[in-house]
């Protein structure tokens, strides 16, 4: 699967800002799919993802109530909705797909090897 990731800009402490990720190729909902982030001079760390079917989400502790991943199987899209952003939220966020074993209701996917499709990314940055 190929993804491509859209939304990324510039914005200010405290706005919101929704990401979104188009997939072309095999079924889009064979796929787990999330959301990862890597900041200047850090590791890529887990944001967020979503099982097959979107009934199920998972997300980074530290993000929980700020974030919120969906998905759109009939147009093959997922995308991530942030809230109250703060300039620790900046980085290049990337779409990552997941086809590991798993259930399509509540499965949310493994490690970040799992995810083994991955877009380009695209970057946002929070001023204070």
């Known amino acids: 699967v190929q993804l491509q990731a859209s939304g990324g800009g510039l914005v200010q402490a405290g706005r919101s800002l929704t990401l979104s990720c188009a997939a072309s190729?095999?079924?889009?909902?064979?796929?787990?799919m999330g959301w990862f982030r890597q900041a200047p001079g850090k590791e890529r760390e887990f944001v967020a993802a979503?099982?097959?079917?979107?009934?199920?989400?998972r997300y980074a502790d530290s993000l929980k109530g700020r974030f919120t991943i969906s998905r759109d199987n009939a147009k093959s899209t997922v995308h991530l909705q942030m809230n109250t952003l703060e300039p620790e939220d900046t980085a290049v966020y990337y779409c990552?797909?997941?086809?590991?074993?798993?259930?399509?209701?509540?499965?949310?996917?493994?490690?970040?090897?799992?995810?083994?499709?991955w877009g380009q990314g695209t970057q946002v940055t929070v001023s204070s």
């Open positions: 990552a797909a997941d086809r590991s074993s798993g259930g399509y209701y509540y499965y949310t996917g493994g490690s970040t090897s799992d995810f083994g499709s």
């Open positions: 190729g095999p079924t889009f909902s064979n796929y787990v």
């Open positions: 979503i099982s097959r079917s979107g009934h199920a989400t």
